[in-house]
């Protein structure tokens, strides 16, 4: 089934306030927006999101024809895990360094060509979100290029709960928490402009220290391809394979 199949029903939203958090009731449905700190046991279904740029960078592999990536738990785990598929990719956050093949910047993956290759990531919050939730049954990567995609997968994922994991800033990224308000609401049909969403991303600490050069391993287009809403058509979902946590597109591409 393709992501255009998919189809799901559209429920009234009412938002209350918790401490530090936001939590929105749906009908039959909560969401919670959450830190990786924050997760005290395994949601039923979690959304990690990371747009600044892990999950942008993600989107981006699989577009240039990755067909997996592995999600590692720390620097020397995907240097081993290279070390043993001399095929397999390496990429991380900063500038680029021996024995990693890519660095996490949307910009200068788009000219990759990763055809059919797996690509084993590690980067400072993205995969750790991930990897903080790798007993839930369903886990979903997201970040705004493929936000629509993401709505529409949980859109026919009948669930009670769904937890949103704030990857950035120890759940306080404001790039991440705008995106994860919009695919909430998005998921539940509810029409939205995006731009106030965007807007938020757009003026976050994040995008910030990528324009003015502060963070490593970037380049001049990396913000402006973050907030490149649903430039993809495909969700990104996350399982463990043989130990390993993968992220594939869902549908396949």
């Not at 009670?160 to 308000?181: H, N, R, Y």
Request: hydrophobic share 45%; glycine share 8%.
């Amino acid at each position: 089934m393709g992501i255009d199949e998919f189809a799901g029903p559209v429920v009234a939203l009412k938002s209350r306030s918790l401490p530090g958090r936001t939590c929105a009731t749906i009908t039959g449905m909560d969401t919670h927006f959450l830190g990786i700190a924050d997760l005290a046991e395994a949601p039923p279904v979690a959304v990690v999101v990371d747009v600044m740029r892990a999950f942008t960078v993600a989107a981006w592999a699989f577009a240039q024809g990755a067909e997996k990536i592995v999600l590692a738990g720390s620097l020397d785990e995907a240097l081993a895990l290279k070390a043993s598929h001399p095929d397999w990719l390496a990429l991380k956050d900063g500038p680029p360094t021996p024995g990693f093949d890519l660095v996490n910047s949307p910009g200068l993956l788009r000219s990759a060509d990763l055809g059919g290759r797996t690509v084993v990531q590690k980067t400072t919050a993205g995969t750790v979100g991930v990897l903080a939730v790798k007993e839930t049954p369903l886990v979903l990567c997201a970040s705004f290029v493929v936000a629509e995609a993401t709505a529409r997968l949980l859109r026919t994922h009948e669930s009670d709960s769904v937890t949103f994991v704030v990857t950035g800033e120890d759940g306080e990224a404001e790039e991440d928490l705008a995106c994860a308000q919009y695919i909430a609401r998005r998921a539940i049909g509810a029409e939205t402009d995006a731009a106030e969403f965007l807007h938020r991303a757009r003026t976050s600490r994040a995008a910030a220290e990528l324009t003015e050069g502060v963070r490593q391993g970037t380049h001049p287009d990396d913000v402006a391809l973050c907030l490149e809403l649903d430039a993809f058509p495909f969700a990104m979902v996350a399982g463990s394979e043989d130990s390993l946590m993968v992220l594939r597109p869902y549908p396949s591409i």
